[in-house]
């Protein structure tokens, strides 16, 4: 499983910004799909989730609210829409795959991972 992120970029506090995330090599609704991000020095940490069907989702306390999680499964794609984004949203951010159906908020239960996309956003 292959997965490609995109969409990151530098935007002013206020803005908004969407991430895809491809998905290439196996069946995409065999997979639970997560959004996480990370800034250097600190751990990696979710941000959303999405059920194989998009009937579940999650989102962590910080972006709730201002970030929506969205698949679609004709187009082997996941998506984070983020509004009102904060000089605080500034990190790398990571698509991630699990198989099952599922919603997880555990890093290691993902199996695959893209490459990351830098969201920068200034005050």
């Known amino acids: 499983v292959q997965l490609q992120a995109s969409g990151g970029g530098l935007v002013q506090a206020g803005d908004s910004l969407r991430l895809s995330c491809a998905v290439s090599?196996?069946?995409?609704?065999?997979?639970?799909m997560g959004w996480f991000r990370q800034d250097p020095g600190k751990d990696r940490e979710i941000v959303a989730a999405?059920?194989?069907?998009?009937?579940?989702?999650y989102y962590s306390e910080s972006v709730k609210g201002r970030f929506t999680i969205s698949r679609d499964n004709a187009k082997n794609t996941v998506y984070l829409r983020m509004n009102s984004l904060k000089a605080e949203d500034t990190a790398v951010y990571y698509c991630?795959?699990?198989?099952?159906?599922?919603?997880?908020?555990?890093?290691?239960?993902?199996?695959?991972w893209g490459q990351g996309t830098q969201v920068t956003v200034s005050s």
């Open positions: 090599g196996r069946t995409f609704s065999d997979y639970g």
């Open positions: 991630a795959a699990r198989s099952g159906h599922y919603i997880s908020t555990k890093t290691w239960e993902y199996s695959y």
């Open positions: 999405i059920s194989w069907s998009g009937g579940s989702t």
